[in-house]
């Protein structure tokens, strides 16, 4: 059975709310999915998922300190994820607070280690961000976010 793994960041509880939506998405393709705070994930742990998503709060436009580790510490796994699918979302503070470039930052990561992303035309097409807590709209964004990256991942044949 396909697997996907979602790790995520957050303090205030938002981007945590964001996961659970995009948790919810994913499952409703039947594909198995954990989710994990990133305090809980370990990177040798990628390599047994067929899909693997990154939430992040934006601090200064980017990605907390605690993703980056995380992301960071990948690396031992270059190459090795090549051709797993991937996605992001991110939460901020205010318009223009930098959570595209915080999804860009993660979709960069997953596309250096050879990952297969989907973007998407309705929503964010990075990934969703949602303003501070999301609303019935943005979690929704994050479950069709789930369903995108379950549908791809049973498409490649995990």
Do not use: W
């Not at 396909?2 to 938002?14: A, C, D, F, Q």
């Not at 990154?54 to 580790?69: D, R």
């Not at 930098?98 to 973007?119: D, F, P, R, S, Y």
């Not at 994050?142 to 369903?147: D, H, K, S």
């Amino acid at each position: 059975m396909p697997r996907v793994l979602i790790v995520y960041h957050s303090k205030t509880g938002n981007t945590e709310e964001m996961a659970k939506a995009v948790e919810k998405g994913v499952h409703s393709q039947g594909v198995e999915v954990v989710r994990k705070r990133v305090e809980e994930a370990h990177v040798d742990e990628l390599p047994a998922y067929d899909g693997i998503i990154i939430g992040s709060p934006t601090y200064f436009g980017n990605v907390t300190a605690e993703i980056k580790k995380f992301i960071d510490e990948s690396i031992k796994y270059y190459k090795k994820l090549k051709g797993k699918a991937g996605g992001a979302f991110s939460s901020c503070g205010i318009l223009g607070g930098g959570g595209e470039t915080t999804n860009l930052a993660i979709l960069k990561a997953l596309m250096i280690h050879g990952m297969i992303l989907q973007g998407t035309f309705d929503g964010g097409h990075y990934g969703p961000v949602s303003l501070q807590k999301p609303d019935a709209a943005k979690k929704a964004e994050c479950e069709e976010l789930g369903q995108r990256i379950a549908q791809l991942v049973k498409k490649m044949g995990a």
